[in-house]
């Protein structure tokens, strides 16, 4: 099965500046990789996916890279607003078939105005 | 709003009682997607249903089952609670079978066992 590593925890960030998020998996077959965001009290909304085809993505502020050699993905948000607030969780697929997510533990990023 | 709904959002019980939980998916949709969300499990993948089939089963406990109806709508049944079983419980639906389609979360059940 897949194994999916999420760093850092928390992270906290002035207001304007980046944020990475790193994530790392075991299954060299996975092929998709979702974020989802996840505010407080509220569901996990996806956010941006990638495809193991490509190695860069972007959506406006956010952008995820995947390097399939080494086995790691990132998610990117640059110039953060304080209702990036919440927590991060990326995901891998668990299974051959793709019907299963791994996620990893989450990242709670903390924008400070 | 995702479209997907969840019923009840709060459910307090006891020990060793037994509750149900009900998720109506996005409308079109045919997978429904059941995880578990603790403090310190984070998000846990329960079991999957594409058009009233079970096709996939995560760490899910013999305690607990669910089914998908031919309505689509969907219902994760928990028995002999444990303490341990409080968490939120989520159902995700999405179009296809397979992640790479996006899924759509609910707004999750709150389950409280004292």
Not at chain 1, 41 to 52: F, M, N, T, V
Not at chain 2, 82 to 105: H, I, K, N, P
Request: one cysteine or more; a negative charge.
């Amino acid at each position: 099965g897949e194994n999916v590593e999420q760093h850092p925890s928390t992270l906290s960030v002035q207001e304007g500046d980046s944020a990475v998020i790193k994530c790392t998996y075991s299954d060299s077959a996975s092929n998709y990789f979702p974020w989802y965001k996840q505010e407080l009290g509220k569901r996990p909304q996806l956010i941006i996916d990638i495809r193991s085809n490509v190695g860069e993505k972007k959506d406006q502020r956010i952008a995820v890279t995947l390097n399939k050699t080494a086995k790691h993905f990132s998610l990117h948000i640059t110039e953060t607003q304080p209702e990036d607030s919440a927590v991060y969780f990326c995901a891998a697929p668990q299974n051959t078939a793709g019907n299963m997510l791994t996620f990893g533990g989450g990242t709670r990023l903390m924008v400070k105005p | 709003d995702s479209g997907v709904t969840q019923t009840p959002k709060h459910l307090i019980t006891a020990t060793g009682q037994r509750v149900t939980l009900r998720c109506s998916p996005r409308s079109g949709d045919l997978s429904v997607y059941w995880y578990q969300q603790s403090l310190d499990q984070g998000l846990q993948f329960l079991i999957h249903y594409y058009n009233g089939e079970e096709r996939a089963k995560g760490n899910i406990l013999e305690r607990f089952s669910a089914q998908q109806f031919p309505d689509l709508h969907s219902e994760l049944n928990l028995s002999s609670l444990e303490l341990g079983d409080s968490a939120l419980y989520f159902c995700a639906s999405s179009v296809e079978g397979q992640t790479r389609s996006e899924q759509y979360f609910g707004p999750g059940t709150r389950l409280t066992v004292t």
